[in-house]
């Protein structure tokens, strides 16, 4: 009865996953099918030339692209959630990482960072591009959860043998409703997106032994914690 109960989870769950994929690649493939059909008929009426139609035509590449990179992005989505992490783990010092990884976000003017890293190197034997991918998509999270211009800290503690990593925002923070569902696969408050961001952080967490929580108040923001064991014989 019990291995009965599982595969009828696991064949529901795998059911839902099915039904998200076909309705995250529906979203970008409709505007795309009626913007190509409003041109054909733009064509077809004889009453524009090419060089009117021109504008027309650019806008719809434009759209073309954008909504290929957003079925990329889904595919790239599902694809790193259903298989085993890639890459090799090594000794990573953390207070190099963090600096790093914000660095990719100078190009955002409505951002600002503040880091609180020790002085000291912190090694933790880790993946590095997959701990650089959970801080990109907490730092992406806070980002949305704030009105206009978004500030962010980074801190980074180290003792009895974890790191921890705080990502914290000033945002608009998660509702009690919506705190259980967080990490769960295809949940999503976001009006785009795959909604498998927080899984995959997990998915990683997990795979690297250690753990990912967070702390939240509705307007007040909310501060993720990410703990990763370090280097063995570390302090």
């Not at 839902?16 to 008929?41: D, G």
């Not at 590095?128 to 800290?153: F, M, P």
Request: hydrophobic share 40%.
């Amino acid at each position: 009865v019990r291995q009965e109960l599982a595969e009828a989870e696991r064949d529901a769950a795998w059911t839902e996953m099915a039904r998200q994929i076909a309705h995250e690649i529906k979203n970008p493939l409709t505007p795309m099918k009626l913007s190509i059909q409003h041109l054909q008929m733009q064509i077809a009426s004889g009453n524009k030339s090419m060089d009117e139609l021109r504008p027309n035509i650019e806008k719809l590449t434009s759209l073309l692209v954008a909504q290929i990179e957003s079925l990329n992005q889904i595919s790239s989505d599902f694809s790193r959630f259903a298989k085993p992490l890639p890459g090799v783990f090594e000794h990573v010092d953390l207070t190099e990482l963090i600096p790093g990884t914000v660095q990719l976000f100078d190009h955002q003017d409505n951002v600002y960072f503040e880091l609180d890293l020790p002085s000291e190197p912190v090694q933790a034997y880790v993946i590095s591009d997959e701990i650089r991918r959970v801080l990109i998509n907490l730092i992406k999270n806070g980002i949305e959860a704030s009105d206009g211009v978004a500030s962010i800290t980074l801190k980074l503690q180290a003792g009895q043998g974890l790191a921890h990593i705080f990502v914290m925002d000033a945002g608009s923070g998660i509702s009690e409703e919506n705190a259980d569902r967080i990490f769960t696969p295809n949940f999503s408050t976001k009006t785009s997106g795959t909604g498998l961001g927080l899984a995959i952080c997990k998915k990683i967490m997990d795979a690297h032994k250690g753990s990912i929580q967070f702390d939240s108040s509705l307007n007040g923001g909310t501060t993720f914690e990410v703990v990763l064991p370090l280097k063995p014989g570390s302090n």
